[in-house]
T-cell receptor, first 113, second 113 residues
Framework: DAKTTQPNSMESNEEEPVHLPCNHSTISGTDYIHWYRQLPSQGPEYVIHGLTSNVNNRMASLAIAEDRKSSTLILHRATLRDAAVYYCILRDFRDFGNEKLTFGTGTRLTIIP | NAGVTQTPKFRVLKTGQSMTLLCAQDMNHEYMYWYRQDPGMGLRLIHYSVGEGTTAKGEVPDGYNVSRLKKQNFLLGLESAAPSQTSVYFC????????????FGDGTRLSIL
């Protein structure tokens, strides 16, 4: 499976945008980029996913590099509730019927009031 | 909506005891999963199921058994608990379509003494 690399931790001020990077230099053409986050003492929560084009939803935006070797999760206006561990995960759409998520150690995001 | 419910939330066992963790989902999802999370690590897949009556091994299946007798329930069993199985266990479910997000429960914290 293609792997992802994320910084161990990041800090951001409340009400400012946050850019969480993810490197996936060995990504294949059939890999989707998924982001999940895990708040303290909770299970992971789906945030967003994309293949080639940038994606937006109510929670965040996903910016994907043109060569797809990296991506950035963007939280437009961080709140204290966004403090969590953020996981960048690759899912091969050919694995349909053999579903699994391979979690790394993620990025621990701290929001400073 | 209840979503994914895990029972119990906490449990302490002695080495050699057996127990069953229950996962119930009310979203009519075909796919269900059991993960474990150890300190400082991401989640690792134990077993999963792509439909009622079917199960498959994940990344770390040894020491665990599962059953999916009803579509809404996925049971994880420890026949003879070992201290190495001390962990937080998460259940998840998803639709049986390509790239659908997984919905997680809040976890079961299990300690084996």
């Amino acid at each position: 499976d293609a792997k992802t690399t994320q910084p161990n931790s990041m800090e951001s001020n409340e009400e400012e945008p946050v850019h969480l990077p993810c490197n996936h230099s060995t990504i294949s053409g059939t890999d989707y980029i998924h982001w999940y986050r895990q708040l303290p003492s909770q299970g992971p929560e789906y945030v967003i996913h994309g293949l080639t084009s940038n994606v937006n939803n109510r929670m965040a935006s996903l910016a994907i590099a043109e060569d797809r070797k990296s991506s950035t999760l963007i939280l437009h206006r961080a709140t204290l509730r966004d403090a969590a561990v953020y996981y960048c995960i690759l899912r091969d759409f050919r694995d349909f019927g053999n579903e699994k998520l391979t979690f790394g150690t993620g990025t621990r995001l701290t929001i400073i009031p | 909506n209840a979503g994914v419910t895990q029972t119990p939330k906490f449990r302490v066992l002695k080495t050699g005891q057996s127990m069953t963790l229950l996962c119930a989902q009310d979203m009519n999802h075909e796919y269900m999963y059991w993960y474990r999370q150890d300190p400082g690590m991401g989640l690792r897949l134990i077993h999963y199921s792509v439909g009622e009556g079917t199960t498959a091994k994940g990344e770390v299946p040894d020491g665990y058994n599962v059953s999916r007798l009803k579509k809404q329930n996925f049971l994880l069993g420890l026949e003879s608990a070992a201290p190495s199985q001390t962990s937080v266990y998460f259940c998840a479910s998803s639709l049986d379509r390509e790239n659908q997000p997984q919905h997680f429960g809040d976890g079961t914290r299990l300690s084996i003494l």
